[in-house]
């Protein structure tokens, strides 16, 4: 359960983040799974829940802007830094957001990253694997008109190396349940595609 505090910084993020959506592999949706993955998480490892509140909704931003690959988490925190100094944060909770949001799209392990960091990074990852993972590859697949080729190479090869950048054992834990979802679907698309 939120407090009121909580909801009410949830409810400005969404609200910002409706006026710019434009990547439907991003959505609402997607930020919503990983604001679901990252409370669970941050339950058991005592992280600012208002850190993992914003960072949720707000991580992929840049991506309405056509952003793509590592930076796009950089890009993100600068396309932001208007809406996040209007956020009741201290100073030290928006940095952390800018710390969680810049690490989350870095393809390297950074085991000195502070846990919302890394929780931001767990929970993105867990929002791209499984049913709703393999629906996400498609959708952006259509979104940078790409076909096949690039969904089998996402789904066999990124999906592997998404569960190797885990940081968290709860979280290791999760991914291996979101694989058992589609082990049949994935047999399928090996040979089918
Ligand atoms: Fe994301």
Redesign the pocket.
Known sequence: MMNREEKELLAMCIAFLRQHISSPS?DLK??LD?LKYSLFLGRKHKANRKVLIVASIL??FS?HYGARGELQGEESVRLLEEFLNRLPLLEEEKKSVEIAITS?SLRKKDDSLPIEAKIISDA?KL??LGVIGLLRISMYAGEIGKGFSYVKRKLFEDMKHRKRLLYLDESKKLAEQLDREIMGIRELLRKKI
């Open positions: 991003h997607h930020s990983v991580h992929d991506r989350h993105d929002a791209g």
